[in-house]
């Protein structure tokens, strides 16, 4: 039944932006105004012009409460005219039911010229085709209007999917949730990518799609997604005018690259080890040489560089530094990414010699990064310990090289210093 008053919706919403379109007159408007203040958004332009309606796409409803918002789009071309340029119509209504009665409950109704953009009668069925073939190649798909401030999607298949009952109105209330009580905590990282100045630069950069594969809980265990987001611009291509996500389960594509050992060793935005592998490294590196140097550290102020330029930007500084890193040690030692802007470095030898060589590649990470006329000084503060005897465990080393970084970082950073404990000489157990 729900569905059917759906459709009458639709329906009476169609036949009277239709009327409106034709006759000019807002009346057709006021007969089912609930009431007649909020029924004024309107660009006057169109009652200077007579236009034909060469496509419209009434796209669906987004229900809230006792409210069924009708949104739709329609493509008006000026009579008598050769001009390729056509009008862009934006309507979005909520309306409700009342003793059999159908009634608006606002009328919002934006008009936006459009150079040179050609149509085809059949938009609406390829439009259709489109989104059809979208469901087909995933689970769920999320429309967010940022025009009409609307997000849209099937609570019925949210609730299949993730096996949880939601009412999301707005896309950061969605967006917030996953981050905050849904997705694993390593992989939270993986969707800093909303900042306004990272969404300009990918607008800016034609950099549309951005896809990633994180954990997401279901019940009490974590499944492998697909989330692809793509933003759509406007036409000026200075803004964003809707975002899709799509979201598949990769739990069984996941697995199967699971298996590849290498792939489960790497960190996927550097290409260095990441964490669990270099400390699996390092401390059979330790069973094997009783010398050489652990050092922990970090970009400085690096939140303040993602604030600032974005999480691209970071991203890329980032994969950077390890490049420098990785092109100044040998195969003999050991970089890993942690985490966040945290890195791990094991040097082999003599720990005098590894202090001088480690001293040369702190230098390598001081450099200017310019964007847009501004300029980052990028810096690395680091924590530096003594390996001293096959006894020395990672945790021991990682405690004291963290202490150590504590120091520098309280020292005004761009510096490093060496854990005093560490430098204490004990007998190697042969």
């Known amino acids: 039944m729900q569905e059917v008053l759906y459709q009458l919706y639709i329906s009476s919403v169609k ?3 239709e009327k409106y379109i034709s006759t000019k007159d807002v009346s057709v408007f006021h007969k089912k105004a609930a009431d007649l203040s909020r029924i004024s958004e309107y660009n006057k332009a169109i009652f200077n012009k007579e236009y034909d309606i060469v496509s419209n796409n009434y796209q669906g409803y987004h229900v809230e409460g006792n409210l069924c918002t009708v949104i739709a789009k329609l493509l008006l071309k000026e009579k008598n005219t050769s001009s390729p340029e056509s009008i862009q119509v934006d309507v979005s209504i909520p309306c409700f039911s009342k003793d059999d009665n159908i009634y608006y409950e606002s009328v919002r109704i934006g008009f936006a010229k459009k150079q040179n ?3 085809t009668n059949n938009e609406n069925e390829d439009l259709l085709k489109y989104k059809k073939v979208l469901g087909y190649m995933n689970d769920l798909i999320m429309e967010y209007d940022d025009q009409n401030r609307l997000f849209i999607y099937d609570k019925q298949a949210y609730k299949d999917f993730f096996h949880q009952d939601t009412n999301y109105t707005i896309m950061d209330e969605w967006f917030w949730d996953l981050c905050t009580c849904y997705a694993h905590e390593d992989d939270r990282e993986k969707l800093d990518m909303f900042r306004d100045v990272d969404i300009h630069k990918r607008i800016r950069n034609k950099d549309y799609v951005f896809q990633t594969h994180i954990r997401i809980k279901r019940d009490e265990e974590y499944i492998w997604t697909k989330i692809t987001f793509v933003f759509i611009p406007t036409t000026d291509e200075l803004e964003v005018d809707r975002v899709f996500i799509l979201i598949q389960d990769y739990s069984s594509a996941m697995a199967e690259r699971m298996t590849n050992l290498m792939y489960a060793r790497i960190d996927a935005l550097t290409q ?8 699996e490294l390092i401390s059979n590196r330790i069973k094997c040489n009783t010398s050489g140097l652990f050092s922990i550290f970090d970009v400085d ?5 993602n604030d600032l330029f974005g999480h691209i930007t970071g991203d890329q ?3 950077k530094i390890s490049h420098v890193v990785s092109e100044s040690i040998s195969e003999e030692d050991v ?3 942690l985490g966040g802007d945290e890195f791990v470095l094991y040097l082999k030898g003599d720990f005098d010699d590894c202090l001088t060589h480690f001293i040369s590649i702190m230098e390598k990470l001081k450099f200017n990064y310019f964007e847009n006329d501004r300029k980052i000084s990028i810096t690395c503060s680091a924590g530096v310990a003594k390996i001293k005897g096959r006894r020395t465990s990672f945790t021991e080393l990682y405690e004291s090289a963290d202490a150590a970084l504590y120091d520098a970082k309280r020292s005004g950073k761009s510096t490093y210093k060496i854990s005093m404990a560490s430098l204490i000489e004990e ?3 042969e």
């Open 15 to 17: 036949e009277d932006c």
């Open 117 to 119: 953009t050609l149509f």
């Open 272 to 279: 260095t080890w990441n964490r669990r592998y270099s400390e």
């Open 301 to 305: 102020d690096f939140k303040i560089v």
């Open 317 to 319: 500084l980032l994969k």
């Open 335 to 337: 970089f890993g990414r």
């Open 427 to 429: 007998d190697d157990d």
